[in-house]
């Protein structure tokens, strides 16, 4: 018996992690101006957006591609152009749905 996940439902797993990845940064960076002084240098507050750039671009990266790459140095080449493939899909539809979900609140 194959045990293994269908692709879409890999990549569901790491969209859902994704997504919930970016919205706690987002809700940490809409209260990082309750939690923290205003700095007294603009250039302490570029570094650290810079610096959180950087350290989500591993992040992003990690979740996406993590596992995409393990399976294509294993030689899988088609199921992790699969997951790659269905991931953004499944990111296209979080997309869409938070969308949708903002536009009935507008109503």
């Avoid at 209260?31 to 957006?49: C, Y």
């Avoid at 790659?84 to 969308?99: D, E, K, P, T």
């Amino acid at each position: 018996m194959n045990n293994e996940r269908h692709p879409a439902v890999i990549a569901l797993i790491q969209a859902l992690g994704l997504s919930a990845y970016i919205a706690l940064v987002a809700s940490l960076m809409y209260r990082i101006g309750d939690l923290m002084p205003t700095p007294n240098s603009p250039i302490l507050g570029i570094s650290f957006m810079l610096m959180l750039f950087v350290l989500s671009a591993l992040v992003c990266g990690s979740i996406m591609l993590g596992y995409p790459l393990l399976l294509a140095k294993e030689g899988k080449i088609k199921k992790a152009i699969e997951i790659v493939g269905f991931s953004m899909i499944w990111i296209f539809v979080i997309m869409l749905l938070g969308i949708l979900s903002i536009l009935a609140t507008q109503v």
